[in-house]
């Protein structure tokens, strides 16, 4: 399907692995021209090769810390020198260490808040005014099932992705005059280092195994199995393009049926 993403101009946050790269790909594959970030110089950099490699899109890597001011201006300065504009911003961010309450200590909060809400606030602060003079512009952000169904033993997570989307629900309702819109997607047990990382992490806790942990998830999702990421990806970029211009302010869930409400 042709989605409208050609020559658009994408930045995707966490894009060296994971859901971020399985994002990043999906645009590229659709023809838009990406700005990645991560932490991570070498796994970011062999991302973006790979990118380049397959599409021949326009890939500018940027190493940063988007917990960080200075990160985020590193990223959006650079996008807008070489591009001029982004288009569609795609935040997103590693989950907060797991754990129940007792175990977080109050620097582990300021971190997950300045990691998981802060980033999204400040990237989308540098790039919406240029969305909104062109009349054009998504803003995507990655968050979790947590919010709707919150998890155990991810209480960072669920309280810190929960303020997100009070952020992108509102902010929808104050952009969509300008032609702006602005969605999470809620990624349920897909198969990434994230949830392989959640699944050792259980176990210890359980005194189980990292593979009885992944089938219990497998026995509560309906479709009996987990996501891949380029399911994911392929909402991503459905919601970044034209096709999706009356869909705003809405959490969509890419999880196989976890999620057990009605809304």
């Known amino acids: 399907m042709k989605l409208g993403l050609e020559g658009k101009i994408a930045l995707v946050a966490a894009a060296s692995r994971g859901l971020g790269r399985a994002?990043?790909?999906?645009?590229?594959?659709?023809?838009?021209h990406l700005v990645l970030c991560a932490r991570g110089a070498d796994a970011l950099h062999e991302t973006a090769?790979?990118?380049?490699?397959?599409t021949g899109v326009t890939v500018i890597e940027v190493v940063a810390d988007l917990s960080e001011p200075a990160g985020v201006a590193r990223v959006t300065e650079r996008a807008l020198a070489e591009f001029g504009r982004v288009d569609v911003l795609v935040t997103n961010a590693g989950g907060p260490p797991a754990g129940p309450?007792?175990?977080?200590?109050?620097?582990?909060?300021?971190?997950?808040?300045r990691q998981t809400l802060v980033s999204v606030v400040e990237l989308?602060?540098?790039?919406?005014?240029?969305?909104?003079?062109?009349?054009?512009?998504?803003?995507?952000?990655?968050?979790?099932?947590?919010?709707?169904?919150?998890?155990?033993?991810?209480i960072l997570s669920n309280s810190v992705r929960a303020a997100v989307t009070g952020f992108a629900r509102t902010l929808a309702n104050e952009v969509a005059p300008f032609g702006v819109t602005v969605n999470n997607v809620m990624p349920g047990y897909t198969r990434t280092a994230r949830v392989e990382e959640l699944a050792q992490k259980n176990a210890s806790l359980k005194g189980t195994t990292p593979d009885a942990e992944r089938s219990v998830w497998e026995n509560q999702i309906p479709m009996k199995r987990l996501g891949e990421p380029l399911e994911f990806a392929a909402m991503v970029a459905f919601l970044a393009s034209d096709?999706?211009?009356y869909t705003t302010g809405a959490s969509i869930p890419v999880d196989g049926g976890w999620i057990r409400g009605l809304l």
């Open 23 to 32: 994002v990043a790909e999906e645009l590229a594959r659709e023809g838009a």
């Open 49 to 54: 090769e790979s990118i380049r490699a397959e």
């Open 101 to 113: 309450f007792e175990t977080h200590s109050a620097e582990a909060w300021e971190s997950a808040v």
């Open 124 to 154: 989308t602060r540098a790039v919406l005014p240029g969305m909104k003079e062109r009349g054009w512009g998504r803003i995507i952000n990655i968050t979790s099932i947590a919010v709707k169904q919150p998890v155990d033993n991810l």
């Open 243 to 245: 096709r999706a211009s």
